[in-house]
């Protein structure tokens, strides 16, 4: 697809979104869940599908115009944007390069329709950061394997039908799809979050679940090399812009409040300790965006630097927008402080990203290993 019908994609999705999701962002909070009315007309649209091949009824979009799409349905509300980090990203992404034909023919196209939710379940209660030691395993029965364990954190996973799930056994860490109507899956909700509300997530029980050998993804014993490292890529790709939709929303609500708003007769924006705020978010997020188009245009041309620039991307972005929200809530005063005020909601959903597809601290263990073999000068022999 040419640049152009790409670019009308994202306008129309823009509109979309100031139309269907932006207004009823917080009634979603409210309601702790993204409406299945809302995840339909994605569907209709392909958004569910952004990236998937147009064989399997996708946009085909390629991934700088996917980026800008999760922008603008993040700009609007991080828990919708949930669906296409999960769905399209993590478990789309991961099933479109190492499904086999069948598993595409079977869930990929379903997925794209909307008529099947995935999600992506690594994380347990004991387990997290530690990804290679999780523990829900598998066993193998004849042609069937049986799994047991717990996920926890899993978004989307309350209403999906499938979970891209990681589990360990005789061979080593293995991915499967498990279906929700296999007996022995139950998924409870999990409330009280800080953000990511209404992003329907669940703690996944599995108790003796029989899943078919054909519900493998990749190879048994494989499953962390390709299944979880192509899904935590895409997973990053996704987070990266959620980082700059944020602190582009973030930035737009700073700037109109200081431009209505007066204080000692004169608009905000006029101070000059307000404009240093200004200026720094606008830097920041003017470099967060060209990390973001950096990666999408290594990940487009295939380029091995790929994976570590989307890695730096992710752990930029997710770190400027808890900053620029913070300074948003700053610019808005006790405003800022008020549900009445997106920047109040911007400024949680910002700390979710410094957690989400590894955390901070991960990024920056691994964007320093790379640094210390790239810009490592052997001092010349003497
Ligand atoms: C809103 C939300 C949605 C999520 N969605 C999903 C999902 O869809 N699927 C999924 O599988 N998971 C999901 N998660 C889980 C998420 O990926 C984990 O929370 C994350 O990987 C961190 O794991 P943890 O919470 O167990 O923290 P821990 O691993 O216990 O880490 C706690 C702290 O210790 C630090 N730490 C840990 N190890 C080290 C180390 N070696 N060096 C330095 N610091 C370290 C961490 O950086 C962190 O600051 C979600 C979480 C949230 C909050």
């Not at 306008?11 to 979104?17: G, I, K, S, V």
């Not at 890695?311 to 997710?318: C, E, G, M, N």
């Not at 400027?320 to 809530?329: F, G, L, T, Y």
């Not at 405003?335 to 901070?360: D, H, M, Q």
Request: proline share 3%; glycine share 8%.
């Amino acid at each position: 697809m040419d640049n152009t019908s790409q670019q009308k994609i994202v306008d129309e999705a823009r509109e979309f979104a100031d139309r269907e999701i932006r207004p009823f962002a917080a009634q979603f909070e409210a309601n702790e869940a993204v409406p299945r009315e809302l995840i339909d007309k994605m569907a209709q649209r392909g958004y569910l599908a952004a990236t998937f091949p147009a064989e399997y009824d996708g946009l085909g979009l390629d991934p700088i115009y996917y980026g800008l799409l999760t922008e603008e349905i993040g700009k609007a509300d991080a828990s919708t944007r949930g669906l296409l980090t999960v769905h399209t990203s993590l478990a789309g992404e991961a099933l479109a390069r190492w499904g086999n034909k069948e598993q595409k023919e079977k869930w990929l196209r379903p997925m794209a329709q909307g008529k099947k939710l995935a999600c992506f379940a690594l994380t347990e209660p004991e387990v997290g950061t530690d990804a290679k030691n999780v523990k829900t395993s598998y066993r193998k029965e004849g042609n069937k394997y049986i799994i047991n364990g717990a996920k926890k954190w899993i978004t989307f996973g309350n209403i999906a039908d499938l979970f891209l799930t990681v589990t360990t056994g005789e061979k080593g860490i293995t991915a499967f799809i498990i279906e929700r109507e296999m007996p022995g899956v139950k998924t409870t909700p999990i409330k009280g979050l800080l953000a990511g509300k209404a992003s329907h997530i669940a703690e996944i029980q599995f108790e003796n679940v029989e899943v078919p050998a054909e519900n493998i993804v990749g190879k048994e014993g494989s499953g962390f090399t390709y299944i979880v490292n192509t899904a935590l890529d895409h997973g990053r790709y996704s987070i990266a812009w959620a980082g700059i939709a944020i602190a582009q929303e973030a930035l737009e609500a700073m700037i109109t409040y200081s431009r209505q708003r007066s204080q000692f007769g004169k608009k905000l924006h006029t101070h000059q300790l307000i404009q240093g705020i200004i200026g720094d978010a606008v830097t920041k997020v003017h470099a967060g965006r060209a990390l973001c188009l950096r990666a999408g245009q290594l990940r487009k041309n295939n380029d091995s630097n790929a994976v570590i620039e989307t890695t730096i991307a992710k752990y930029f972005t997710s770190k400027i927008a808890m900053e620029v929200a913070v300074d948003a809530v700053q610019v808005h005063g006790g405003n800022g402080c008020y549900n009445k005020y997106p920047v109040e909601r911007l400024f949680r959903e910002a700390k979710i990203l410094e957690i989400i597809e590894g955390t901070s601290q991960v990024q920056q263990e691994i964007i320093s290993s790379y640094g210390l073999r790239a810009y490592f000068k052997p001092p010349a022999k003497k």
